[in-house]
């Protein structure tokens, strides 16, 4: 009773709640996950070409420092329990590929289920989360994504979810070793309220596929956001995730994120406005991102979207609360799948600024307009919130987009001369600037480009084209960004 009652009284003092308390994921995680890409077809040299690529292409540098190895690398169990890795995919063993990875600079995370298979069926890791949490420690493991297949029914409250879940949180930390820990439910049994106690994001949907907006018997909890949702499924849209998330967008927060899995942006399946659109509300939203693209194959359009800085900078942001949507019209021309919407987004961001998302999911271009009562809509409703009555300055976060022929010239660098081109990119380094230090000294490079003001009282009207979001950062012109942060947590 009495550590009960200092639990609670220190997560008053401190102001945010205990959960998992591993000191990881204060903004969500970045890095790469092979699944999107490559499915199975996993090995040394993938993750190892893959590592050095995130390094000579900057990714690293702009923050992606996770390399996350999914499905199919083990090859059963060995006398005492312990997984065996597979050593024709991984000749060296897994320390020594975790080596490589951390001499690179980045951390190593790796996959297992709470299942008695993972879902590519080779061995789980119910009922065997000590051994394997060991195994994974003594490998030197950074981070752990935890799906959900084959859970022998353990499944349906979200008490028998969560207790199958937070085995392995105690297993991991009993090792004494930090990993990151992803938890991967397909959003089943309401994890979005009970992940945070054990891990440090959690997956709300089913599988992301790399479309924008095509319906899929696969996915079959479509647009309602019924947390009751029987199959979650695999083949879900970016309109279907975000449709999903909106109405607990909010529960994220430094430490725990809600995660709308991996990125599909450079696999193919979308234009680039819609995969800018994707990756801005990925970002707004605080979903980790896990590039899931086969980075050895990595397009100069791909790493112009991936590497925009004033984006991560909204997904880094110190404060760490989610977009939310303050607007949803369902009646806008359809699009080739017959449904057409428009939404717009709005959320709180570190020193006062807002950033604000118009998507235009239909299939029109169309002009969208939201209003300063509307954009501060969660700061006091019917136009309430100071804020409205102030002036703001209007920066486009995709205005500064790197040009493509200077991408593709650091793709085809040599390694001697990539010093030399990611100055005259003025690449944004935050592996020597963190995001929080780069926002606090107003880096220009964090904060896209001015385009415009809005009076107070007034509206940000702009032309978005069908399939494609605009996204903007707002500052105040009177405080010049220099407003009083909401958060006492101190990143
Ligand atoms: C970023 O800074 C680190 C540390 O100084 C350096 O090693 C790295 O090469 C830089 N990366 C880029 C893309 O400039
Ligand atoms: C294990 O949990 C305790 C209590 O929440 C926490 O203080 C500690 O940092 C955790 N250790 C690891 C390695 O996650």
Redesign the pocket.
């Known amino acids: 009773m009495a550590g009960i009652r200092i639990a609670i009284s220190l997560a008053v003092l401190t102001g945010h709640a205990l959960a998992v308390n591993n000191g990881l994921a204060r903004t969500p995680q970045m890095g790469w996950n092979n699944w999107n890409a490559l499915g199975c077809d996993v090995s040394e040299s993938l993750l190892l070409d893959t590592s050095k690529t995130l390094?000579n292409s900057?990714l690293?540098?702009?923050g992606y420092n996770y390399v996350v190895l999914d499905d199919c690398w083990s090859d059963g169990r060995d006398e005492k329990d312990f997984l065996k890795v597979d050593m024709k995919k991984f000749p060296s063993g897994m320390k020594s590929v975790a080596d490589e990875i951390h001499r690179e600079?980045m951390l190593f995370g790796m996959y297992s289920s709470a299942g008695e298979m993972t879902c590519a069926r080779y061995a789980g890791s119910l009922d065997y989360e000590t051994n394997d949490a060991i195994s994974f420690a003594s490998w030197d493991v950074d981070y752990l994504k935890y799906d959900n297949c084959y859970h022998m029914g353990r499944f349906g409250t979200p008490k028998l979810s969560f207790d199958r879940y937070k085995v392995m949180a105690d297993a991991l930390n009993a090792t004494g070793r930090p990993m990151l820990y992803s938890l991967c439910n397909w959003g089943e049994d309401y994890s979005h309220t009970w992940g945070m106690s054990i891990a440090n994001s959690w997956r709300m949907s089913g599988d992301i596929y790399d479309s924008f907006s095509r319906p899929d018997d696969l996915c079959p909890c479509s647009n309602a956001a019924d947390p009751h949702c029987i199959a979650p499924g695999s083949h879900c849209s970016v309109m279907n995730i975000v449709n999903r998330v909106a109405v607990y967008a909010d529960r994220g927060q430094p430490g725990g994120w809600n995660d709308l899995d991996m990125l599909e942006v450079g696999n193919g399946g979308m234009t680039d406005d819609e995969y800018k659109a994707h990756f801005s509300l990925w970002a707004g939203l605080k979903s980790p991102l896990l590039m899931g693209n086969d980075l050895r194959t990595l397009s100069a359009n791909a790493l112009t979207i991936l590497n925009n800085p004033a984006v991560i900078a909204i997904n880094q942001d110190p404060e760490g609360r989610s977009i939310t949507r303050v607007r949803r019209e369902t009646d806008a021309a359809p699009d080739k799948y017959g449904a057409g919407e428009i939404q717009v987004w709005s959320g709180y961001l570190y020193g006062g600024d807002q950033v604000v998302i118009l998507l235009n999911a239909g299939g029109k271009d169309t002009k969208i307009s939201a209003s300063l009562a509307e954009i501060f809509l969660h700061e006091g409703p019917e136009g309430s919130a100071p804020q409205v009555q102030e002036e703001w300055d209007v920066y486009d976060l995709w205005a500064n987009r790197m040009d493509t022929d200077l991408a593709q010239k650091i793709l085809d660098a040599d390694t001697a001369d990539?010093?030399k081109l990611?100055?005259e990119a003025n690449?944004y380094?935050s592996?020597?600037i963190s995001y929080k230090e780069g926002l606090k000294k107003n880096d220009p490079r964090l904060l896209g480009k001015k385009t415009g003001k809005i009076a107070p009282g007034g509206s940000l009207t702009v032309k978005v084209d069908k399939h494609s979001a605009e996204m903007f950062r707002l500052r105040s012109v009177g405080t010049g960004g220099k407003r009083k942060v909401h958060s006492k947590d101190e990143l």
């Open positions: 390094v900057g690293r540098d702009v600079g990539l010093p990611f100055k690449w380094n592996t020597e």
